[in-house]
T-cell receptor, first 117, second 118 residues
Framework: DAGVIQSPRHEVTEMGQEVTLRCKPI?????LFWYRQTMMRGLELLIY????????DSGMPEDRFSAKMPNASFSTLKIQPSEPRDSAVYFC???????????????FGPGTRLTVL | AQSVAQPEDQVNVAEGNPLTVKCTYS??????LFWYVQYPNRGLQFLLK??????LVKGSYGFEAEFNKSQTSFHLKKPSALVSDSALYFC????????????????FGTGTKLQVIP
């Protein structure tokens, strides 16, 4: 298996522009997580999907952020409009939960390094 | 509410010496506990987890961790450190009990940078 796939790996954009980050989870996994990592705030959970349904979006910073999971093999995280304080590394992770296996570890993608100028 | 604390921002250890990276947790019920490692410019990578049973858990790359319920700790250990172990280590906790929706998120610590000195 190729693991969790994220694109792009690097994104540089200007303030005010729309940014879309993409994630393909591991086949068979039914839980998907979006995280943001910065030096100041560490690793923050933004949103969690289970079976393509958003379960917990309490970590989404504000209305500029939105996430979708149209099917089991694809998710997007969109920032519109972007701001310099959104600069961070964004990770997507997936796991399998269900049937009593709700303690399974998460598999992380390589991340997208976003720089907003 | 659940939380996890990694009291050391950085741990330095000489190559060949034993290493310990500390983690304490707080949950309402009983915990599931995890350790992850992050190498530069990479995503987090699972090392080991405690679910139930033996308090000493063995994981990847020779790492192990000991669950201590009375001290609410889950310290990561390795008998002999390698330079290649230098990385950022994250402890994570999840309460076994779920909310009414059958969900309980995983809470990650702030990370400890391990530096193994040749």
């Amino acid at each position: 298996d190729a693991g969790v796939i994220q694109s792009p790996r690097h994104e540089v954009t200007e303030m005010g522009q729309e940014v879309t980050l993409r994630c393909k989870p591991i086949s068979g996994h039914n839980s998907l997580f979006w995280y943001r990592q910065t030096m100041m705030r560490g690793l923050e959970l933004l949103i969690y999907f289970n079976n393509n349904v958003p379960i917990d979006d309490s970590g989404m910073p504000e209305d500029r952020f939105s996430a979708k999971m149209p099917n089991a093999s694809f998710s997007t995280l969109k920032i519109q409009p972007s701001e310099p304080r959104d600069s961070a590394v964004y990770f997507c992770a997936s796991s399998y939960s269900g049937g009593g296996f709700s303690y399974n570890e998460q598999f992380f993608g390589p991340g997208t390094r976003l720089t907003v100028l | 509410a659940q939380s996890v604390a990694q009291p050391e921002d950085q741990v330095n250890v000489a190559e060949g010496n034993p290493l310990t990276v500390k983690c304490t947790y707080s949950v309402s019920g009983n915990p599931y506990l995890f350790w992850y490692v992050q190498y530069p410019n990479r995503g987090l990578q699972f090392l080991l987890k405690y679910i139930t049973g033996d308090n000493l858990v063995k994981g990847s790359y020779g790492f192990e961790a000991e669950f201590n319920k009375s001290q609410t700790s889950f310290h990561l250990k390795k008998p002999s450190a390698l330079v290649s172990d230098s990385a950022l280590y994250f402890c994570a906790v999840r309460d076994r009990r779920t909310n009414s929706g059958g969900y309980q998120k995983v809470t990650f610590g702030t990370g400890t940078k391990l530096q193994v000195i040749p």
